[in-house]
């Protein structure tokens, strides 16, 4: 299963590319002037980033790839996203949305991962089913959580955040680099009056 590090990278594609989909996106343009922090997408795309990652908070539980790793836990945060949405006066379908999707890149990036232990993959459909599920494609390596200071797990785990750069660092910047385009271009027609009102 992948590192919190590939997750995270996932987190934040997920947030950029939720700015390239049609509807109101007048919130994600930045100023001008605006710091790198405003220009990336603000405390949503760190949420994102967050909640990639988050599935992994049952390794503090029994029952690692179970509940948090599911269909149920991912419509659990989209209405969480919801709430907090409505509370903020924010986009509220965009927000949910994109949090619940940035919930769900961890599930994907796990389904595709390596799994070396027992029972094999995660309960993704739960509670529809306790079914486990893995895609047997191993595209990201195992990461290990057991003697992480040994010399052979901690080149295991460097490996395998390699790979995870290798594979996800392109794909994240190629999503900045549109998203950058994409919303200067929609400043520069709001600003021209060519807009059409959403």
Known sequence: MPSPIGHAIAGFATAWAAD????DRASAIPPADASLYV????GLTLAC????MAPDLDLLMAGH?????????TFFVALFA???AVNARGPVLRVALTCAAAYASHLLLDWLGADTSRPYGLRVLWPFSD???ISGLDIFRQTARRYITTP????QNLLAV???IAILAPIAAALWLVRVKTLARLAAEMSSGDHPAQ
Do not use: C, D
């Open 49 to 52: 980033a967050a909640l990639a």
């Open 82 to 84: 919801t709430a907090m």
């Open 152 to 155: 052979a797990v901690i080149e």
């Open 131 to 133: 079914a486990y599920y």
């Open 39 to 42: 220009r990336a997408g603000n």
């Open 162 to 164: 390699a790979q995870e």
């Open 20 to 23: 390239l989909f049609p509807g």
């Open 65 to 73: 790839r179970t509940v948090t790793h599911s269909v149920g836990a």
